[in-house]
């Protein structure tokens, strides 16, 4: 018999054989061209205006030094993880249950967008992915030469394949599923702060 | 089954409801016009939008092996599935092979189109719904009603309702502050328990082979974070060529969605966490059928924002359960003939083709104009009742005879004017759960050729 040597066509094959069958015509496009696109006079002002206005906040320092006592002070007897100086070495391997206990989590940004408040973080940063989501509080450090003035700069400043993981955290997490009111603190933390580094 | 005008009739007996339903929709339109109008380059966005869809539809084989190879190279495991039963399948195979039990999944429409909860209670499995939303239409075994919103139909007396019976919360106490924190300790025991994690898809990446899922409660990273193998689920659609057009569309995304620059969380995903198994299943359930259809493929563009939703004069006053499909409103419209043409035949006509849908669209999907096409379409085929059809037909029949339109008018002001209860009975369509217009004095015909003597 002919036909029972067919193989059967997988479903991948499937999809392809009906793509490429019913596809239009080749339609070119152009790319985005980031300089027609809105431009800020003060990014730093831009950027802590969004992000306070969507729920975050902005405190700005003269150094790292200066940030970090900072961060000590404010955080004094919670319970914080800080992957921007020493933390636990088993912190990547840290279970869920451990990690929800986190009062703060601090955590170095590498980029930041003012036209919309966030921050790029990595994997690298971050230590444990889980992190900066189920910690209370967060805490992004940044300098204020890595604030961009929108996605198109961020994008090409970041590359997003860089490490395995990495997140544009706008504020804190928040929800209005319940009539529409706004809520912060939805699952993750329930309060996020830019620490930005001047110059 | 109960079609568009049946199940809207249900929904706007609560006027109060209705109301509300439709001045809150209607707010969070405002916010989108807020956010758009404060960029000046929205419209070039909306177009580069556009050209950078309908550019990888028409590459879109090409598009798919680059991300095959690149995803594969990331270490994700790539599924296809070419109908919702195997999508399905899929899933279940890789929570049977893993013996797993506590699943977690933050919003996915494409697991809402192939019914993925449903299929899996059947055979055994729980699957808990992170986003808060989802969790409160779960409670309640509803559908969501809205994309973005999936609870939008619901007061916070309801919501109260359902935690008061789930859990435990203060029978009244209707505060949304209170009501989410009560989720939040219940979703976060879930969150720490889960071994497996379901996520949808907002943008694939063919050059990068990773995707991007985008939320404002984080439950899409809580949950993947967490668990140790993590399944995403995309309709192929979701491709787009590069990481830097990602700009262009979460720029969009949010803005166009509830008004917010961008949402909380834009998490990028290429490689599973050391000792996590991480798996995409791309779909394609009738979609290059669609793609094969010259009238109806840009549909595909899709991006889910439903500002569509949100400014459509029909959806706002019917809401979402009279569409009776996963994705409602005038996307879900013109996308859901495609399935099944006999089924959603009513709603390309649960519109007044204002063509507010096609002019807040982020990706210029021509929504009004395929509504109209559908019209036709579904109309050639005989899945229209056939009184409507007669109605059309007596419709063209006056419309293309002056005199007698001019005859039909007069009449009709007549009869509104001195025997009102020849229209103001109850199988009268138009007089259904609303007033008859007061009868203009002229025709605009007499007043034009009145005044433009003057």
């Not at chain 1, 088993?90 to 940004?109: E, F, H, K, M, Y």
């Amino acid at each position: 018999m002919v036909y029972s040597k067919q193989k059967e066509m997988s479903s991948r094959d499937k999809i392809f054989s009906a793509i490429r069958k019913n596809k239009p015509e080749p339609v070119p496009f152009a790319e985005p061209d980031a300089s027609v696109v809105i431009s800020y006079p003060d990014l730093f002002e831009q950027f802590k205006t969004v992000l306070t206005a969507i729920g975050g906040s902005c405190i700005e320092v003269s150094s790292a030094a200066e940030a970090n006592k900072l961060i000590a002070e404010l955080e004094k007897g919670a319970y914080v993880i800080d992957t921007t100086a020493d933390y636990p070495e088993n912190l990547a391997s840290l279970s869920p249950g451990l990690l929800a206990s986190v009062d703060t989590a601090i955590i170095r940004g590498l980029t930041a967008v003012a036209e919309n408040g966030s921050i790029w973080v990595t994997e690298k940063e971050m230590v444990n992915r889980l992190l900066p989501f189920i910690a209370q509080q967060l805490i992004l450090v940044i300098h204020e030469k890595d604030i961009v003035p929108t996605m198109h700069q961020a994008y090409e400043k970041i590359t997003i394949n860089e490490t395995g993981f990495g997140v544009f955290i706008a504020g804190p997490s928040k929800t209005a599923d319940i009539e529409q009111s706004l809520v912060i603190g939805a699952h993750g933390p329930c309060g996020m702060r830019a620490v930005v580094i001047k110059n | 089954m109960k079609d568009h005008a049946t199940l809207a009739e249900e929904f706007i007996k609560d006027e109060a409801r209705t109301n509300w339903h439709d001045e809150t929709l209607w707010f969070v339109r405002q916010k989108r016009d807020k956010a758009a109008h404060g960029l000046p380059e929205w419209e070039q966005l909306r177009e580069w939008a556009s050209q950078i869809k309908n550019h990888t539809l028409s590459n879109m084989d090409r598009y798919l092996e680059e991300f095959e190879k690149n995803a594969l190279a990331n270490g994700i495991r790539v599924h296809w599935a070419a109908t919702a039963e195997e999508h399905n399948r899929i899933i279940h195979d890789i929570i049977k092979k893993n013996g797993i039990t506590r699943i977690v999944k933050s919003k996915s429409m494409l697991t809402e189109e192939c019914h993925l909860n449903h299929y899996l209670e059947e055979q055994g499995v729980e699957v808990v719904d992170t986003d808060l939303g989802e969790r409160i239409v779960q409670f309640r075994h509803e559908p969501p009603s809205h994309i973005v919103l999936p609870a939008i139909h619901l007061k916070k007396q309801d919501v109260s309702d359902t935690f008061h019976k789930h859990l435990h919360t203060e029978k009244g106490n209707n505060d949304p502050t209170y009501l989410t924190r009560a989720a939040r300790v219940h979703l976060r025991e879930k969150f720490i328990a889960s071994e497996l994690a379901i996520t949808g898809v907002n943008f694939a990446v063919a050059e990068t082979g990773g995707f991007v899922v985008c939320t404002n409660e984080g439950n899409a990273d809580m949950g993947t974070h967490a668990a140790n193998v993590h399944i995403a689920c995309m309709g192929f659609e979701k491709l787009i060529p590069k990481a830097s057009h990602l700009s262009v569309f979460l720029r969009l995304l949010a803005r166009s969605a509830t008004g917010q620059p961008v949402t909380t969380y834009s998490s990028h995903f290429h490689k599973p966490k050391p000792g996590q198994e991480m798996h995409i299943v791309i779909v394609d359930n009738g979609r290059s059928n669609i793609l094969g259809k010259p009238d109806f493929r840009n549909a595909l563009k899709c991006i889910r924002c439903a500002a569509c939703f949100n400014t459509c004069p029909v959806y706002r006053r019917s809401g979402g359960f009279s569409y009776h499909t996963a994705v409602a409103g005038p996307i879900g419209s013109i996308l859901n003939p495609n399935f099944d043409p006999k089924k959603y035949s009513d709603l390309p006509f649960a519109s007044s083709l204002c063509g507010s849908c096609s002019n807040v669209c982020p990706v210029k999907i021509d929504i009004h104009d395929q509504l109209w096409k559908w019209r036709q379409a579904l109309t050639k085929a005989g899945y229209v009742p056939l009184m409507k059809k007669i109605m059309m037909k007596g419709m063209a029949f006056v419309l293309g005879r002056p005199a007698l339109y001019r005859f039909s008018g007069a009449s009709a002001r007549w009869v509104l004017r001195y025997m009102p209860f020849m229209v103001k009975f109850k199988i009268n369509p138009w007089y259904k759960q609303r007033e008859m217009p007061a009868p203009p004095k002229q025709s605009f015909r007499e007043w034009y050729i009145q005044n433009k003597k003057k």
